[in-house]
Antibody
Framework: EAQLVESGGGLVKPGGSLRLSCEAS????????MTWVRQAPGKGLDWVGR??????????DYAAPVKGRFTISRDDSRNMLYLQMNSLKTEDTAVYYC??????????WGQGTMVTVSS | DIVMTQSPDSLAVSLGERATINCKSS????????????LSWYQQKPGRPPKLLIY???TRESGVPDRFSGSGSGTDFTLTISSLQAEDVAVYYC?????????FGGGTKVEIK
């Protein structure tokens, strides 16, 4: 069974940093593009960014609000996806989900990890 | 950026009745090279991650009940629940895969009348 498990969330002060991890299992991780999506409390879904597979250049794309502050990376040898978040702001408070899919939709989602940015 | 606008924000439907949710994109999400609309629909229940229902605007994901259907092309799309069941109470989102940033609609909350 395909599965994604996020970890690394927590409470951090404004201006601080946090690294989220997402462990994949049950599918060929190196073959897929991976994405981070977040959801602020009581709000809708926001795309954070994605990383393509190595054969597509392993390039990254980011949403404007996080560009320059967040970095997505992957380790195919460990089936791991990462989200390095720097210069965190209160508006980054959200549940962060990792997910995978391309034009066929995001079919696999993790359970999410909560990030709270507060002084 | 492609803006996705859903309507209504919420709707209450009687059990067994039809629920219709609309989604409009600010530009076409029809990919001409394969004639597919890069538009997906998701269902999200409280405290749970989203669940993929429909992709390419009208293709039902494996395991999704056939009371869920998607239609539309270009910029106008519809998700229909043909006979609402109690377990369908949720928030529904559309999303475009045509271009980055990938964008979601604001969500439609479906409740039982």
């Amino acid at each position: 069974e395909a599965q994604l498990v996020e970890s690394g969330g927590g409470l951090v002060k404004p201006g601080g940093s946090l690294r989220l991890s997402c462990e994949a299992s049950g599918f060929t991780f190196s073959n897929v593009w991976m994405t981070w999506v977040r959801q602020a409390p009581g709000k809708g879904l926001d795309w954070v960014g994605r990383i393509k597979r190595k054969t597509d250049g392993e390039t990254t794309d980011y949403a404007a609000p996080v560009k320059g502050r967040f970095t997505i990376s992957r380790d195919d040898s460990r089936n791991m996806l990462y989200l390095q978040m720097n210069s965190l702001k209160t508006e980054d408070t959200a549940v962060y989900y990792c997910t995978t899919g391309m034009s066929e939709g995001f079919a696999i989602w993790g359970q999410g990890t909560m990030v709270t940015v507060s002084s | 950026d492609i803006v996705m606008t859903q309507s209504p924000d919420s709707l209450a439907v009687s059990l067994g009745e039809r629920a219709t949710i609309n989604c409009k994109s600010s530009q076409s999400v029809l990919y001409s090279s394969n004639n597919k609309n890069f538009l997906s629909w998701y269902q999200q229940k409280p405290g749970r991650p989203p669940k993929l229902l429909i992709y390419w605007a009208s293709t039902r994901e494996s395991g999704v009940p056939d009371r869920f259907s998607g239609s539309g092309s270009g910029t106008d799309f519809t998700l229909t629940i043909s006979s609402l069941q109690a377990e369908d109470v949720a928030v529904y989102y559309c999303q475009q895969f045509y271009g980055t940033p990938l964008t979601f609609g604001g969500g439609t909350k479906v409740e039982i009348k």
